[in-house]
Structure formats: structure tokens, C-alpha cells
RNA sequence: GCCGGGGUGGCGGAAUUGGUAGACGCACAGGACUUAAAAUCCUGGGCCUGGAAACGGGCGUAUGAGUUCGAUUCUCAUCCUCGGCACCA
């Protein structure tokens, strides 16, 4: 008997043993159902991290699972090697990006293997690959054609740290989502892929995501920010412009009547326009030139001092003819709606605030609906009331409520052209150009005739170039290598300028999972037959953090190469059926970060207790979406799990070498021990079988198997107990099968020990035996007013009517039932008695 | 401010969706084995309380109400907490 067991050897030996046998290789030929899971494959910055372990356990887990549930599951993984660190690498150690990619990809594989994880790797992908990234571009320039890359000078988002543009969904509070500096903004010609033109399928489409992870869903329904409202114009009624229509998006066309003024963006092309010659001209164009030099992220802030001028232009009411003034406001975003609001203090917060300080009416045109009884709100003139309510002061709108007004005025406005209803998104268009070099080359010579001309198809991809110089200052270091800058313009020859720009790295991983479900094709990014079999992705797992970048953009992405025919039609509209985002993994109260020093290293973990102990904390230590706080004790917990699993085979292996599994009926067994031990047996199939099936739990699937184990181990055997034995290694090999997707090495070893000669990776999983999960004997609740006042432990056959009987002849039950009145009896069957007594 | 989660022992967490609250694990305590320690195996435990013990009694799932024979679970209010968005007109 080996009572130590050597994870060490062990591990090695089973990760070799898988490797040879290429146990996760599958093609898109089956009889048996697809299954395509997938966890959001890393950057490559050196060493797996304990995030990683998590997020790749979980997948590891489902894999082995479904594979031994009968499905042809496809488990690929990949690498997402494009980005920033690469080129600070460089810039620090003189070496090339891609040296430094690739060796870290050599490295980190190798812990893939170690931590047991199994894929399919001939379908790995490096998206740093021209091979990879020549897709991209062809992708870009199709877009382009259809109006979804288009190019355009814009204030962006700037990183100072980074030395690029950062994408709105990559702004944090503020601060760069990589390296937490201060954004800034800049303005800057870049090119931009065109969300906006799916916003509304993006949007409806989250209601139609069930197996995604609610927080996901609400987050890009509010990133997507559907506003209903109405544009309505406003027409200037004096000065230079006269005649003009400054169109005002709101959602509360039904306040029109209230507006006092009109707020203009200061960036707004009408605002020096509207204030030229009169005698303001100059405050106007010096309270302009202030606003802009604020930073555009700090001006945005709510508590940022609401300041305007006013243009000395007016405009006329829509729908009283009103004449009221125009303003510049610096609250006022140029990038929502049409860059003008219509002010109405009475019932708009900044709007009173603004009317406040600057001595402007407020005019009520919505009154509380009250219910009797109710307080009445504080007047307009002290605050803002923003509820809705029925109109008044609004000509022959009054009396309407807000509701009707909503709808009627944007339609008693368009028959006067001067309105309609309208939607408004908080979604931007995805700005995709980065001033750096580890990424994909955008495919466009710039040429000063025909302007930016997309590189010719035939021609791609457009290669990086190797004698380019990091270090670290200035510019797009694309723009130093003289031999890619200077070409020749495709359409008329003359000398071209290539764009320097590389492309966001979000755009490799919005198509990575196309990619997977094709072995390597020279020819094509992917072969449609191959997503039509294997898409969409049935489980996705990764962390919450790209509830608004990474998952968004993929959902874009995915429908633009629908559209654009790489995808086939059949294949449905959403890339993933099922998501799963994975908790943070802390140590002491934060997320494990190098900055807080509270990194634990996966490898060590393995060294010290393996693979398996890594992999079985990691899913029993709290539900898959939970934060999981590192406990080392909690490590070694399950580390002695392990060793008291190996014991428990060792330690009987005498009593059930030599016989098989209990393949008898239920019935048959009338030892009582033997019974109660198979019941618990097939109690604990049945509870993991669920768990998995629903939603993962792999917490408590693990705490079942080691109830099993525990009740393994008081059950004590004869030799010459032929039944008895055969219920044990029924047991025993049921917990090895269990236990398999989650500690696979360890199980792999319990499996040849017990005499198999298959691998217990490619076995099928077992169903529990109805008969055997049923108990003969029941214990039933009794209760007196609700109370907890006995168990009574009967035959399951007992009849409902006498279980009453039964429960009030209990000698506790029956103290309190005496002297006392019995109102009503509730028999919940096989569940519990409760006597209401008076 | 708005939206969405969530408050259960010393800790991580269970509880078949209304039916024995605290499974399983960690930490802790006691015992066995050992010259000893480690490892291992066994036992114990929500809190208060009566009893020498066997065995009872009361209170308990953030707080307060409600529905119900019965509430961690459903309803309302309050407090706290985490996450997201945030001058979006």
C-alpha cells in the first residue's frame, strides 16, 4: 500500500500521457452534438496568473465534462499577443516585440500543460501572425467599402503614458484602462468602425441573450444609452443668422412650452457664428477659447461649475413662437445629440441652475399629478420638478399629461416641419487607431491626390516592418521605417505616405473565435462550413471587465462578418449562446495585482502541491461568478482532500481489486449499510450530474463528492462480504469519476490503480440509478405551530393519513399538545407534520 | 443621482425555489496513534439557558412590519455594502 501520494510523478505523467494520445484533437465530424466552449484566450505578458488559473480551471472542467457526457467538444486556445507591454519590453530590454511574444508564448504554454488544461492546439492562433492579422485588414478594407470604416478628425481620448488613442469603452474613470494615467484629450484624425449602424440590434439583442450573465446585458444596454425623444427646431429670429434652424434633441418634448433659453456646446459651429458683430463678439469667443483648453474628462464631471454666456441671438418657440435667448454653456456635449439643448429650468436640474445664476425665467408648464393626500413638491422657482405630470401654460396642450404630450407635440410639430420624434444613443463609434507599433497595420496608403487609398487585396498583408527602432518617444513608430512609409499611391502612382496607425487590439479578439473553429487555412481566415458547424460558442468564460469593451465589440464584429458574407446566414446572429463571467481571484481584500504585491505564483502552487490541489481550490473555494479571496489554508484543505482520496483507494483496494462494481438492483441488497452507502452513491452522481448541468456549480459539486468520501470511509467491509465489496468499488470508482474533470491527474492514477486500462479522460460519465437515490425510509418533520418538535423516521409507503396518526403519538409531541385545542392539521407527504393548536 | 447585485456562525460558503437553517471546507477544541512532533484517523461545536447526565427550553439568516399552518426564501419600508454608469438634455 502506497500511503504518500507523489503528485509530482504523477502529474507529468498523465499531461504526457494526454499529449501523445491528442485526447482534445476533434474535427467538425460527429455523430454525437457539437460543443464549442471557450475561454477568453490571454495576452501573453509572460506568466499565467491566478486569474488565468481560474478562468481556464472552469473551462478545463466544462470541457472534460460534456466530452464525457457525449458531446464532440471543441476546446481551443490561442493567443491574444498584439499590444503595449510587447513595446515596453522592447523599449527596456533592446529586443525585438515579437521575440518577446513568442518566447513568453512558448513559456506560458508549457504552464497550460502543467495545470492539466486540454485543448485541441492544432488550432492555435497567435493573432501577432501575418497570417492572422492579413484577415484583419482585408476585413477593415471590406468595411470601408460598405461604409462601416470610415475616417474622421475628432477629439479623442489620449493617453500620455501609452502615447495613443484610447477607445471610449477603454476610458475608466477618467484614467487609461491599461496603465491608470490621466486621459487626457486630443484632436486627431483617426479611423473608426462604425458600431453606431448596429446600435439597435446590439441593444435588442440583449434581450434575447438568456444564458448570459445579467450584469453583462444591463451594462451594454446602459453603455448603449437608448434615448427616446424628439428633435426639435428652433429657428433664429435676429442677427447674421436669422432664418436658421438649430435643431435640440429632447426627451421631454411635452415641457416645450417651459423653454426659457437655448444652450449651445461651445465647441458648436453656430456659437461665434450667432455672436458675430454684436458687441459680445470677443467675451464669446474668450469664453469659448476657456472651456476648450479644460479638459474635456474634467469639464464632464457633475459637479464641474455650470458657466454660459449669452450670444446676444435669439430663437423662436417651436410651439409658442416665443422669443427667447441663445447661450454657450459649458455643460452642454457636442457629441450627444446635435450639440444644443432647450433649457427649461422648471423641470430640468442643470436648466434651473443655470436660469438661477444667470437671473433667467422659470416658467412651470408641468404640474404634479398628486394622489390624494400627497405632498405637494416645492415650488418651481426653489427646484426643479422633473417628474412627469399634466401640462399647463402650454396653449392647447394644457390639460394633456405628459405621456400624451410626449407623443402628440413631435407629431403636431412634424406636420409644421419644425420637428420629429427621434432616438438618441450614448453609444460612439469604436475609433480603432493606435499610435503604435505592435498591432496590425492599417491597409491605407495616404496620397495627396486621391487621398487615403486602401492597400490593393492582392497585395496583403501589410507586414510589419523588423527595422523599426523603440524608444519610447514620439510619434507612431511605424512612421521611422522609411522602406514601409514611402510607397507609391495604388490608384495613381505618385509617391504615398502609408498610414502609421495600428489597429486596437480589441479587434483581433473580436473575431479570434472564427478563427478556431477552422484548422490552420492558407487561403482563407476560416472556412464557413467550419463555423457553420461548430458556431455559435455554446459556453464563453471570461471576466466581467469586458462587459462594455471585448463583448461588445465581438457582438459588432460578429454581425458586420455576417453581413458581409464570411459568416453563413444560418449560423445564428449572437456569438455566444452562453456566457460566464468568472470572479476576481483577491488576496488580503484586493484583486491580486504586481502593484499591491499580493500576487500568488501559480507555479509554486504547483510545485508544492500540484496541479490538481490548484485546480480543486480554485473551483471549490466560492460559485464560479463569486470573488474568490486566496486562503493558503483553504489550498492545503484541498491538498488533503487529494491525499485522503488516494488513502481511501489505498487503503481498500485489497477488499475490491478482485471484484467488479455492484450491477445488481437496488432491492437485491439487504444489507443495510451496503444499502444506505449505494443510495448515498447515487444521491451524489445525481447532485454533480445537476450541478454541472446548471450553471456550474462546481462548489458544491465538489463538496458532495466529499460527503461521499467521508461516508467512504465509515463503511466497514468483511472480506468475505462478496456484495458488501462490490458496493465499495461501486462507490469508490464513482468517486474517481467524479472527481475527474476537476482533479484529472490524480483520478487519471486512481483509475489504473484500480486495474482499468483506458484513460479515464476519454470514459464515459455514469448516470445515477433511479431505483438506488430512492429511500426506503423517511424522516418526516414534526411540527407544533410551526415549531420543530420532533422527527419521525417511517416507511416511505407509510399513507398520508396515518402519518398524523403517527406524529402525535411522539412523546414530545405529545407534551405540547396537551391542554391545548387542535385547530388544523397540515401533512406535507414525505416532507412533514404541523399541528396548529390553540 | 440613476441602474443592477448582495447582507446567513470566527471565516469561505450550503439550503431540492415556502417545509429540520448552517451541508462541505477552513480555523478552533478534545481524543487515538507516536518516545515526541508532523502527518493521519475519530469526535465536538450558531448563540443564550436549565440539568451531574440523559435530555430539554428560548432566541436566531442586516433591521422593522406584513402574508402564511410554516418565511433565509414572497410583499412593503429602512439601513448597510459591492459593481456599473454618471452634466447624455
Not at 469659448?288 to 454660459?308: H, L, P
Given at each position: 500500500m502506497n500511503e504518500i501520494y507523489d503528485h509530482k510523478a504523477t502529474e507529468s505523467r498523465w499531461q504526457d500521457a494526454w499529449r501523445k494520445l491528442h485526447v482534445f484533437e476533434v474535427d467538425a465530424i460527429s455523430n454525437k452534438p457539437k460543443y464549442y466552449i471557450l475561454e477568453m484566450f490571454p495576452y501573453?505578458?509572460?506568466?499565467?496568473?491566478?486569474?488565468?488559473?481560474?478562468?481556464?480551471?472552469?473551462?478545463?472542467?466544462?470541457?472534460?465534462?460534456?466530452?464525457?457526457?457525449?458531446?464532440?467538444?471543441?476546446?481551443?486556445?490561442?493567443?491574444?499577443?498584439?499590444?503595449?507591454?510587447?513595446?515596453?519590453?522592447?523599449?527596456?530590454?533592446?529586443?525585438?516585440?515579437?521575440?518577446?511574444?513568442?518566447?513568453n508564448i512558448a513559456y506560458m504554454k508549457r504552464q497550460f500543460e502543467r495545470m492539466g488544461w486540454l485543448f485541441d492546439w492544432r488550432r492555435e492562433a497567435a493573432t501577432c501572425a501575418p497570417d492572422y492579422y492579413r484577415w484583419e485588414q482585408l476585413f477593415f478594407i471590406q468595411m470601408l467599402e460598405k461604409?462601416?470604416?470610415?475616417?474622421?478628425?475628432?477629439?479623442?481620448?489620449?493617453?500620455?503614458?501609452?502615447?495613443?488613442?484610447?477607445?471610449?469603452?477603454?476610458?475608466?474613470?477618467?484614467?487609461?484602462?491599461?496603465?491608470?494615467?490621466?486621459?487626457?484629450?486630443?484632436?486627431?484624425?483617426?479611423?473608426?468602425?462604425?458600431?453606431?449602424?448596429?446600435?439597435?440590434?446590439?441593444?435588442?439583442?440583449?434581450?434575447?441573450?438568456?444564458?448570459?450573465?445579467?450584469?453583462?446585458?444591463?451594462?451594454?444596454?446602459?453603455?448603449?444609452?437608448?434615448?427616446?425623444?424628439?428633435?426639435?427646431?428652433?429657428?433664429?429670429?435676429?442677427?447674421?443668422?436669422?432664418?436658421?434652424?438649430?435643431?435640440?434633441?429632447?426627451?421631454?418634448?411635452?415641457?416645450?412650452?417651459?423653454?426659457?433659453?437655448?444652450?449651445?456646446?461651445?465647441?458648436h459651429a453656430l456659437t461665434l457664428e450667432l455672436a458675430r458683430g454684436a458687441n459680445i463678439e470677443a467675451r464669446v469667443a474668450a469664453f469659448v477659447d476657456k472651456v476648450r483648453k479644460i479638459d474635456k474628462i474634467k469639464r464632464s464631471a457633475e459637479n464641474f461649475e455650470k458657466e454660459g454666456v449669452a450670444l446676444?441671438?435669439?430663437?423662436?418657440?417651436?410651439?409658442?413662437?416665443?422669443?427667447?435667448?441663445?447661450?454657450?454653456?459649458?455643460?452642454?456635449?457636442?457629441?450627444?445629440?446635435?450639440?444644443?439643448?432647450?433649457?427649461?429650468?422648471a423641470h430640468d436640474v442643470r436648466d434651473h441652475a443655470f436660469a438661477k445664476k444667470y437671473g433667467l425665467p422659470i416658467k412651470q408648464v408641468i404640474a404634479p399629478l398628486l394622489e390624494s393626500g400627497a405632498e405637494l413638491p416645492r415650488p418651481v422657482s426653489e427646484a426643479a420638478y422633473t417628474e412627469p405630470g399634466r401640462l399647463v401654460n402650454s396653449g392647447e396642450f394644457t390639460g394633456l399629461t405628459s405621456e400624451d404630450a410626449k407623443r402628440k407635440i413631435p407629431q403636431w410639430l412634424e406636420k409644421k416641419g419644425a420637428g420629429h420624434p427621434t432616438v438618441n444613443y450614448k453609444l460612439r463609434d469604436w475609433g480603432i487607431s493606435r499610435q503604435r507599433y505592435w498591432g496590425t497595420p492599417i491597409p491605407i496608403i495616404h496620397c495627396e491626390k486621391c487621398g487615403p487609398v486602401p492597400v490593393p487585396k492582392h497585395e496583403l498583408p501589410v507586414v510589419l516592418p523588423e527595422d523599426v527602432e523603440f524608444t519610447g518617444e514620439g510619434?507612431?513608430?511605424?512612421?521611422?521605417?522609411?522602406?514601409?512609409?514611402?510607397?507609391?499611391?495604388?490608384?495613381?502612382?505618385?509617391?504615398?505616405?502609408?498610414?502609421?496607425?495600428?489597429?486596437?487590439?480589441?479587434?483581433?479578439?473580436?473575431?479570434?473565435?472564427?478563427?478556431?473553429?477552422?484548422?490552420?487555412?492558407?487561403?482563407?481566415?476560416?472556412?464557413?462550413?467550419?463555423?457553420?458547424?461548430?458556431?455559435?460558442?455554446?459556453?464563453y468564460i471570461g471576466g466581467i471587465e469586458h462587459a462594455t469593451m471585448h463583448l461588445l465589440y465581438f457582438r459588432f464584429f460578429h454581425r458586420v462578418l455576417q453581413d458581409l458574407g464570411w459568416i453563413p446566414a444560418g449560423v445564428a446572429r449572437e456569438p455566444a449562446t452562453n456566457l460566464l463571467n468568472q470572479g476576481i481571484v483577491y488576496k488580503d481584500g484586493a484583486k491580486m495585482s504586481k502593484s499591491k504585491g499580493n500576487v500568488v505564483d501559480p507555479d509554486s502552487i504547483i510545485e508544492r502541491f500540484g496541479a490538481d490541489t490548484a485546480r480543486l481550490f480554485i473551483l471549490f473555494a466560492a460559485p464560479p461568478e463569486k470573488v474568490i479571496e486566496w486562503s493558503d489554508q483553504g489550498v492545503e484543505g484541498s491538498y488533503r482532500f487529494i491525499g485522503r482520496v488516494w488513502r481511501m483507494l489505498q487503503g481498500n483496494i485489497s477488499l475490491i481489486q478482485d471484484v467488479k462494481p455492484y450491477a445488481g438492483q437496488q432491492s437485491a441488497l439487504n444489507h443495510a449499510e451496503a444499502k444506505k452507502l449505494r443510495t448515498k452513491t447515487h444521491q451524489t452522481i445525481q447532485k454533480v450530474t445537476n450541478d454541472l448541468d446548471h450553471d456550474f456549480r462546481f462548489n458544491t459539486a465538489i463538496s458532495a463528492i466529499m460527503e461521499l468520501v467521508n461516508e467512504i470511509y465509515s463503511f466497514k467491509v468483511e472480506l468475505n462480504d462478496q456484495t458488501g465489496r462490490e458496493v465499495l468499488r461501486e462507490s469508490i470508482e464513482t468517486v474517481v469519476r467524479l472527481l475527474c474533470p476537476f482533479a484529472p491527474h490524480v483520478t487519471e492514477e486512481l483509475w489504473r490503480l484500480l486495474g482499468h486500462d483506458s484513460l479515464l479522460t476519454l470514459e464515459k460519465w455514469r448516470d445515477h440509478d433511479a431505483q438506488a437515490v430512492l429511500l426506503d425510509v423517511i424522516t418526516i418533520v414534526v411540527q407544533v405551530n410551526g415549531k420543530h418538535r420532533a422527527n419521525l423516521t417511517i416507511s416511505k409507503d407509510v399513507p398520508k393519513d396515518e402519518i398524523a396518526a403517527m406524529a402525535s403519538k411522539d412523546p414530545h409531541v405529545v407534551a405540547h399538545l396537551k391542554d391545548k385545542e387542535l385547530v388544523r392539521t397540515v401533512v406535507v407527504p414525505g416532507r412533514l407534520v404541523n399541528f396548529v393548536v390553540k
Amino acid at each position: 500500500m502506497n500511503e504518500i501520494y507523489d503528485h509530482k510523478a504523477t502529474e507529468s505523467r498523465w499531461q504526457d500521457a494526454w499529449r501523445k494520445l491528442h485526447v482534445f484533437e476533434v474535427d467538425a465530424i460527429s455523430n454525437k452534438p457539437k460543443y464549442y466552449i471557450l475561454e477568453m484566450f490571454p495576452y501573453p505578458s509572460g506568466t499565467i496568473h491566478m486569474g488565468h488559473v481560474r478562468n481556464y480551471t472552469m473551462g478545463d472542467a466544462m470541457a472534460r465534462y460534456k466530452a464525457a457526457r457525449g458531446f464532440n467538444v471543441m476546446h481551443p486556445m490561442g493567443w491574444d499577443a498584439f499590444g503595449l507591454p510587447a513595446e515596453n519590453a522592447a523599449i527596456k530590454h533592446k529586443t525585438h516585440p515579437a521575440k518577446w511574444t513568442y518566447s513568453n508564448i512558448a513559456y506560458m504554454k508549457r504552464q497550460f500543460e502543467r495545470m492539466g488544461w486540454l485543448f485541441d492546439w492544432r488550432r492555435e492562433a497567435a493573432t501577432c501572425a501575418p497570417d492572422y492579422y492579413r484577415w484583419e485588414q482585408l476585413f477593415f478594407i471590406q468595411m470601408l467599402e460598405k461604409g462601416l470604416a470610415y475616417r474622421k478628425l475628432s477629439s479623442v481620448n489620449w493617453c500620455n503614458s501609452c502615447n495613443t488613442v484610447l477607445a471610449n469603452e477603454q476610458v475608466e474613470e477618467g484614467k487609461c484602462w491599461r496603465c491608470e494615467n490621466d486621459v487626457t484629450t486630443k484632436e486627431l484624425t483617426q479611423w473608426f468602425y462604425k458600431v453606431t449602424a448596429y446600435a439597435e440590434e446590439l441593444l435588442a439583442g440583449c434581450d434575447k441573450l438568456p444564458g448570459w450573465d445579467e450584469r453583462v446585458t444591463t451594462m451594454q444596454r446602459h453603455w448603449i444609452g437608448k434615448s427616446e425623444g424628439a428633435e426639435l427646431l428652433f429657428e433664429v429670429a435676429d442677427g447674421p443668422k436669422k432664418g436658421v434652424k438649430i435643431p435640440v434633441f429632447t426627451t421631454r418634448p411635452d415641457t416645450v412650452g417651459g423653454v426659457s433659453f437655448l444652450s449651445l456646446a461651445p465647441e458648436h459651429a453656430l456659437t461665434l457664428e450667432l455672436a458675430r458683430g454684436a458687441n459680445i463678439e470677443a467675451r464669446v469667443a474668450a469664453f469659448v477659447d476657456k472651456v476648450r483648453k479644460i479638459d474635456k474628462i474634467k469639464r464632464s464631471a457633475e459637479n464641474f461649475e455650470k458657466e454660459g454666456v449669452a450670444l446676444g441671438a435669439h430663437v423662436l418657440n417651436p410651439v409658442t413662437g416665443e422669443k427667447v435667448p441663445v447661450f454657450a454653456a459649458n455643460f452642454v456635449l457636442m457629441d450627444y445629440g446635435s450639440g444644443a439643448v432647450m433649457a427649461v429650468p422648471a423641470h430640468d436640474v442643470r436648466d434651473h441652475a443655470f436660469a438661477k445664476k444667470y437671473g433667467l425665467p422659470i416658467k412651470q408648464v408641468i404640474a404634479p399629478l398628486l394622489e390624494s393626500g400627497a405632498e405637494l413638491p416645492r415650488p418651481v422657482s426653489e427646484a426643479a420638478y422633473t417628474e412627469p405630470g399634466r401640462l399647463v401654460n402650454s396653449g392647447e396642450f394644457t390639460g394633456l399629461t405628459s405621456e400624451d404630450a410626449k407623443r402628440k407635440i413631435p407629431q403636431w410639430l412634424e406636420k409644421k416641419g419644425a420637428g420629429h420624434p427621434t432616438v438618441n444613443y450614448k453609444l460612439r463609434d469604436w475609433g480603432i487607431s493606435r499610435q503604435r507599433y505592435w498591432g496590425t497595420p492599417i491597409p491605407i496608403i495616404h496620397c495627396e491626390k486621391c487621398g487615403p487609398v486602401p492597400v490593393p487585396k492582392h497585395e496583403l498583408p501589410v507586414v510589419l516592418p523588423e527595422d523599426v527602432e523603440f524608444t519610447g518617444e514620439g510619434a507612431s513608430p511605424l512612421s521611422k521605417s522609411a522602406v514601409f512609409v514611402n510607397v507609391p499611391c495604388p490608384k495613381c502612382g505618385a509617391l504615398g505616405r502609408r498610414d502609421t496607425d495600428t489597429m486596437d487590439t480589441f479587434v483581433e479578439s473580436s473575431w479570434y473565435y472564427l478563427r478556431f473553429c477552422s484548422l490552420p487555412t492558407p487561403d482563407k481566415p476560416f472556412r464557413p462550413e467550419d463555423v457553420a458547424y461548430w458556431g455559435p460558442i455554446d459556453q464563453y468564460i471570461g471576466g466581467i471587465e469586458h462587459a462594455t469593451m471585448h463583448l461588445l465589440y465581438f457582438r459588432f464584429f460578429h454581425r458586420v462578418l455576417q453581413d458581409l458574407g464570411w459568416i453563413p446566414a444560418g449560423v445564428a446572429r449572437e456569438p455566444a449562446t452562453n456566457l460566464l463571467n468568472q470572479g476576481i481571484v483577491y488576496k488580503d481584500g484586493a484583486k491580486m495585482s504586481k502593484s499591491k504585491g499580493n500576487v500568488v505564483d501559480p507555479d509554486s502552487i504547483i510545485e508544492r502541491f500540484g496541479a490538481d490541489t490548484a485546480r480543486l481550490f480554485i473551483l471549490f473555494a466560492a460559485p464560479p461568478e463569486k470573488v474568490i479571496e486566496w486562503s493558503d489554508q483553504g489550498v492545503e484543505g484541498s491538498y488533503r482532500f487529494i491525499g485522503r482520496v488516494w488513502r481511501m483507494l489505498q487503503g481498500n483496494i485489497s477488499l475490491i481489486q478482485d471484484v467488479k462494481p455492484y450491477a445488481g438492483q437496488q432491492s437485491a441488497l439487504n444489507h443495510a449499510e451496503a444499502k444506505k452507502l449505494r443510495t448515498k452513491t447515487h444521491q451524489t452522481i445525481q447532485k454533480v450530474t445537476n450541478d454541472l448541468d446548471h450553471d456550474f456549480r462546481f462548489n458544491t459539486a465538489i463538496s458532495a463528492i466529499m460527503e461521499l468520501v467521508n461516508e467512504i470511509y465509515s463503511f466497514k467491509v468483511e472480506l468475505n462480504d462478496q456484495t458488501g465489496r462490490e458496493v465499495l468499488r461501486e462507490s469508490i470508482e464513482t468517486v474517481v469519476r467524479l472527481l475527474c474533470p476537476f482533479a484529472p491527474h490524480v483520478t487519471e492514477e486512481l483509475w489504473r490503480l484500480l486495474g482499468h486500462d483506458s484513460l479515464l479522460t476519454l470514459e464515459k460519465w455514469r448516470d445515477h440509478d433511479a431505483q438506488a437515490v430512492l429511500l426506503d425510509v423517511i424522516t418526516i418533520v414534526v411540527q407544533v405551530n410551526g415549531k420543530h418538535r420532533a422527527n419521525l423516521t417511517i416507511s416511505k409507503d407509510v399513507p398520508k393519513d396515518e402519518i398524523a396518526a403517527m406524529a402525535s403519538k411522539d412523546p414530545h409531541v405529545v407534551a405540547h399538545l396537551k391542554d391545548k385545542e387542535l385547530v388544523r392539521t397540515v401533512v406535507v407527504p414525505g416532507r412533514l407534520v404541523n399541528f396548529v393548536v390553540k
